[in-house]
């Protein structure tokens, strides 16, 4: 037994020298390719991931395998990318817009804009004002106006401090001048099912939250300019002209740094291919999410511009 | 009464009903291996699930989750190492019973015990799961709050001979539920530095360590002592069969144990150990002959053992009606249902109530299956584990320590977790502190104090806001209450003790 252990560790040990060696990236990819998704299984991220390995079958030669990594606002998972071999088969898939706030909030060596090679960007979660169904606001400006009549009064629910809910909230109060009190629940479902019990007066939550609970929630607004492409029976707070932070989420595939350039570009097409498949746009519907392709050096683009809105905001929460 | 077409549809349909046994078979085995808990064997076994249709899938990582719970108590009342939180209860009274040369009797107790909770459970989901969404959303964090400040009360009750020790035992444990972020402001508490630490530490290693690691080497020190000492565990043959006069005085522990169960596991993130301990805590108050607990009581594994699989019923209406899974088994099984697309939460019931109805079907004859398998397999188990000697034993119980607590997470820092915990588990054990009370409160603690900081966000500041809604002043009164009957007791057994008015 012990002889046939040692025996499978040189093998082992042998097959990664041959791979490492140069001109593998031309057959790559060989091996199933592990998405690390740094959040729990049943998330919105972890909908994309799960959608893309089910999407990926007849595109990719190989699995796509998701494996959870959760922990530390999703640091967790990007700590155990970045220092993975950069081969081209562990691979990162995240909420950009939180992997990015908890980069500038936390105290960490990890650069969302820099510790990894973009790869490409897969789909969108955006934030949104939502209130109980019972509740008296009926729009963004009774909410605006009941936070004037009594600052400080309002109680308001997020998924967590430092995430791109929180943030986009404080934005919506920060631009508006208005006063209220955060109550932070722990991620999306929690958060959720406290708004429905009216344990607060109004909540930032995923936009794709709201389906399937119409009935028990009202969306006022989605936080972004234009109105999102699957929920758009949500007002935007662009079309509404109500001023707000540019904060969102896209959900952007990470490689480590040094993965080589055709391995990279070869996952780009690949992952452009899988989110025009009809099948991908199916899986997502039914989680109230959609496919919004865009190359790694757009995705990239996009994170730079949302540090720039969200640095203001996130100065406070730095401490 | 959906659940009659849905029981005759699952009937019905060969490969299902081996799905079942099967499942049942496989949950048993895991849990009895000590240190190897259903969950995590669930885990592992998810990626198998995705080829299969959805009911399949959710059929056979359910049955496997109740099977499991069940299997726990074999590890317990053999070996003294439970494989979950849950069956340290039934260790209580399990393992003396084992020591005793009644580990069948205990076993089968434990068997009838588990199906007869688990019974009353899913008669209660299936009648009552639109009732209890309706409920559950009710509950905001004052109110959740006053659920966990309960639970912590009735804890005390399971603290044990030094309540100095056991007190101690239980700010250990909520000392280690502060490392790592905190749940208000995401700030780092306790963490010195270190990355993996501002995590917070794992409950599955933390338990398997304390557990499982902590009695190995609690019992390696106990055979070194005493040296050519054989383990009295031959059973003569009585201590194998359970007759209906014997089980006759555990039928109201099973029952109440069934309710308790039911109550706790339709409330999130509690789950089955608070249930088991406080069933045992309840049972051992009321019970006729309470100094027998503890010391091998059949009474003292009905109650836990009942609790401990009533949980498993109503801790899907949670994750079904709101999404919000209420244990390890449930947030995966919610995985479960995402990848076949289906969306849990109060429109499931509009859209998937055929399947929901079938899964029900298939936990029950899921109980059926692994009490037949449990009541005449069981006992062979335990002779063929009794069978292998220890220094085979705990190298394998070692194994599987280990194995477990990477897989979970596959992470090398929660073996050293275990490992830690493991030594922990030990000293605590030779100094007489209270494991179960550490675990407990480590897990309660989380809850507790991110409702109590909620609360009080939403109150600005005040305390008002626990007493001001009915459903939390309810329960902190119940709390008070049972805090009082427990000063009196303990007044009551000193004067007692002082030969006052022991007499009168």
Redesign the interface.
Known sequence: MKRRAFLGAITAAAALVATTATGYAADWPKRPINLVVPYKAGGGTDAYARAISAAAEGVLDVPVVVVNKPGSGGLNGANAVVGARPDGYTMMMTSGGSFLLSTMTRDTKIDALDSFDFVAQVGQLRTSLMVPVNSPYQSVQDVIDAAKADPGSLRWAHSGRGGFHHVGGLGFLANNGIEAQDVPFKGGGPTRAALIGEQADFGFLGVQQLRGFEEQLRALAVNSADRDTIMSDVPSFGELGVPFAAVSSPVIVFAPKGTPAEVISAMETALAEIAAKPEFAELLAERGTGPIFANGADARAALNAMQADAAPLVQNLNN | MEIFPALLSVITDPTLLFAIVLAAAVGMIVGATPGLTASAAIAMLLPITFYMPPLFALAFLYVIGKSGRYGGSVAAILFNTPGTAASAATQIDGYPLARAGKAGKAMKVATISSVIGDFMGDIMLVVGVGFIASIA?????PETFAIYFAAFVVIGSVIGKSITKGLISALLGILVAMVG?D??????RYTFGS?EL???IGLVPLMIGVFVLGEVFAQLEERKKAKGEVRENESDPSGHTLTYEEYKPCIPHAIRGGFIGAGIGVLPGLGSAIAAFISYGEGKRRAKNPEQWGKGALEGVAAPEAANNAVSGPSMAPLLT????GSTIG??L??VF??H?I?V???LFLTDKELVYQLFACGMLGIFAYGIIGYFGATQVARLILKVPVNVLYPLIFLTAFVAAYSA???MFDVTVMTVAGFVGWLMRKFDFNVAAFVISFVLAKGAE?TFR?SL??S?GGALIFVERPIAAGFLLLGLAAMGFRIRSIMKERRIAEGGLGDA
């Open positions: 959303l009710k509950l905001g964090p972020l749940p208000i402001s995401s700030e780092e990355f501002s995590n917070g709101l999404g919000i899974p947030a995966i919610l995985g995402l990848i697309g969306q939460g109060p429109t997470r596959g992470s991110e909620q966000l939403m600005d």
